[in-house]
């Protein structure tokens, strides 16, 4: 690479010149969608211009969408996508209570998440690759001998104490001053959020949920006989509060569901301020909110995002969360702080399975104390996130024209708009049948909405895999109708 010599010629700005050869250098290849490019120093000395001019440049990257800058961390190759402005649109469902019934669906896609002749790419799932397997087994055996007895014996709820603590140390970073006590030990996240419904409605209650929500809420709903009032949600301010304040005037409201950081599917962050303003809104109602926050963790910036639990004065939050998808997904450690609820948790945790196992919390509890979460978490952040880029940039590169995609902070989801010629509940079992597996966008809807939308795992991008999304743009293509082809 050339030098650049500082000039006062009246041409082309320096920086501007800058900015130029990492275009170049992008769109030839050298750095990618998702990698990090060199810091402002390294290309200083590189380019031998100021540190100033290689910041000017970078900040004019930033502004036209060619790099994204991540605290702490860096500058990196924002994806590449197909020319269509904004995200992808967000359908407004009937602020009515609907009915829920998507169980077959769901059922199969479950069921070929078995197959591991499948590329997944439907199943939000971490990849175990990005996870400290060894170091946690060798954690589980050691806290098996360490505390042999304890280990074999119910962790009647609450819970491990150790594990507890380490969970309210863990949370001053999203801003909630939890006590060990007030948290409950469960069986992953998904019991945490079916004894926070069950604490909190009993059967022909109406939930409101986002919209699109995730399709496993859709089925926990149906099967306690609730009825699901979806509210529409956007990546950038999470569910729509004016549309919900509107629906609690026209029908009863008896709770609200929501995932507050990089909600699955759409992958997007409710701002603090709405947080709060949600918290408030329900709370002058007297109505329960459950929030999921199992992504929280997994922010792209480096900071851990506040919580809507935060902003509770009255307990009426119920903070569910596990580490499914930061540490072990099989080891099935979950938890929940249920505020004003605890005791009818409590007792309906105790009633359902007595306690979640021992040795899997004694051993999450010590990979929290000494294990380096923090380092894990900085890891898997990057990671993630130059999958995500890696991921859009190739739906952009192979999917239909017309195909739009969300940009999440976090997580490693993506929520896809195809053109609407695309029926994904079709191409189901086409991608299927060609080793693939996706989530089609009805299933995130109790009205079966969201017909040409799928949402697509990003964790284990690989060049099989962006062979995979290749086959899934030109089967997509393929269903266009004849006549506009």
Same mark, same amino acid.
């Given at each position: ?95 009515s209570?609907t009915?829920v ?5 769901? $059922? ?5 998440i ?5 590329? $997944? ?22 806290a /098996?001998?360490?505390h ?27 801003g ?13 996240? =998904? ?26 809420f859709? $089925? ?27 629906? =609690?005037? $026209? ?5 609200c ?12 962050? =409710? ?6 303003e ?7 109602r ?49 938890w ?6 605890r ?41 993630? /996130? ?5 991921m ?36 189901y ?57």
């Amino acid at each position: 690479m050339r030098t650049i010599v500082e000039n006062n010629s009246g041409r082309t700005p320096l920086y501007e010149e800058v900015a130029q050869r990492i275009v170049f250098l992008v769109e030839n290849g050298t750095f990618k969608p998702g990698e990090r490019v060199p810091s402002l120093r390294t290309l200083s000395r590189q380019m031998q211009v100021s540190v100033n001019t290689v910041k000017e440049a970078y900040g004019y990257l930033e502004d036209r969408r060619v790099l994204e800058a991540r605290p702490q961390s860096g500058y990196y190759v924002c994806p590449r996508l197909p020319a269509v402005p904004g995200d992808p649109d967000i359908s407004e469902p009937e602020l009515s209570p609907t009915g829920v019934s998507i169980s077959e669906v769901v $059922q199969m896609i479950m069921r070929d998440i078995l197959n591991p002749r499948l590329i $997944q790419l439907g199943a939000a799932i971490p990849n175990p690759e990005l996870l400290p397997v060894d170091k946690l087994n060798r954690m589980l055996s050691a806290a /098996a001998r360490r505390h042999p007895g304890e280990a074999v014996s119910y962790a009647i709820p609450p819970g491990n104490e150790r594990l507890r603590k380490q969970i309210a140390r863990r949370m001053l970073l999203a801003g909630c001053a939890l006590r060990p006590d007030d948290i409950i030990a469960t069986t992953g996240c =998904m019991e945490a959020v079916l004894l926070a419904l069950r604490a909190t409605c009993r059967p022909g209650a109406t939930l409101a949920v986002e919209s699109p929500v995730y399709y496993n809420f859709l $089925q926990l709903i149906q099967d306690l006989g609730l009825r699901a009032l979806e509210i529409p949600a956007t990546p950038g301010e999470g569910m729509s509060l004016e549309a919900l304040r509107y629906a =609690m005037e $026209q029908t009863r409201v008896d709770a609200c569901m929501v995932i507050s950081n990089f909600n699955n599917p759409l992958g997007g962050q =409710m701002p603090d301020e709405r947080k709060r303003e949600l918290v408030e809104l329900l709370a002058a109602r007297d109505i329960p909110l459950i929030e999921d926050d199992i992504y929280g963790d997994l922010s792209f910036a480096g900071e851990r995002p506040s919580v809507a639990k935060a902003y509770d004065q009255k307990g009426g939050v119920l903070l569910c969360s596990s580490f499914s998808k930061t540490l072990a997904p099989g080891y099935r450690v979950g938890w929940i702080a249920p505020g004003r609820y605890r005791a009818q948790v409590e007792r309906l945790k105790m009633t359902l399975n007595i306690a979640s196992a021992s040795p899997t919390q004694l051993a999450v509890a010590e990979f929290l104390a000494n294990g380096g979460y923090e380092h894990h978490l900085r890891t898997i952040r990057r990671d993630y /996130a130059k999958r995500v880029a890696q991921m859009s940039e190739a739906i952009g590169r192979y999917f239909p024209a017309g195909t739009r995609v969300t940009r999440p902070k976090g997580g490693f989801s993506l929520w896809v708009e195809l053109p609407e010629y695309v029926d994904t509940l079709a191409l189901y079992p086409r991608a299927v049948k060609e080793g693939i597996t996706i989530a089609p966008g009805p299933i995130f809807s109790a009205s079966g909405k969201y017909a040409n939308f799928i949402r697509v795992n990003a964790a284990f991008w690989s060049e099989r895999t962006e062979g995979a999304v290749a086959t899934l743009g030109r089967l997509a293509a393929a269903m266009q109708p004849a006549a506009k082809k």
